[in-house]
Nanobody, 121 residues
Framework: QVQLVESGGGLGQAGGSLTLSCVAS????????MRWYRQAPGKQRELVAT???????SYADSVKGRFIMSRDKGRNAAYLAMDSLKPEDTAVYYC???????????????WGQGTQVTVSS
């Protein structure tokens, strides 16, 4: 069983900063990627940032230059440092893990419960 626990969401101001954390636990054998998604009210869930196993990161155009995603391999953790926040960043942010576990040798997706980020203007 794999669990993802997110933290760090809350209320931020436009132009301000917030940092989200995600810690994965369970019978993880190897991690292919960790990602952050977000879903605003009435909108589809969108991919925000990805860090692959080799450490390469990629970002949605809407957050490029403002958000930085990093990983702590030793802790199976991922972080999303969000700077220059905009009201349109308001959404529930979800951590996603693509990994092999002791139960399933093929790659599977695992999701956190989500953390609310609200940016006021």
């Amino acid at each position: 069983q794999v669990q993802l626990v997110e933290s760090g969401g809350g209320l931020g101001q436009a132009g301000g900063s917030l940092t989200l954390s995600c810690v994965a636990s369970g019978s993880i054998v190897s991690i292919s990627a960790m990602r952050w998604y977000r879903q605003a009210p009435g909108k589809q869930r969108e991919l925000v940032a990805t860090v692959n196993a080799d450490g390469t990161a990629s970002y949605a155009d809407s957050v490029k230059g403002r958000f930085i995603m990093s990983r702590d391999k030793g802790r199976n953790a991922a972080y999303l440092a969000m700077d220059s926040l905009k009201p349109e960043d308001t959404a529930v942010y979800y951590c996603n893990l693509v990994a092999r576990t002791m139960t399933y040798n093929n790659l599977n997706n695992y999701w956190g419960q989500g953390t609310q980020v609200t940016v006021s203007s």
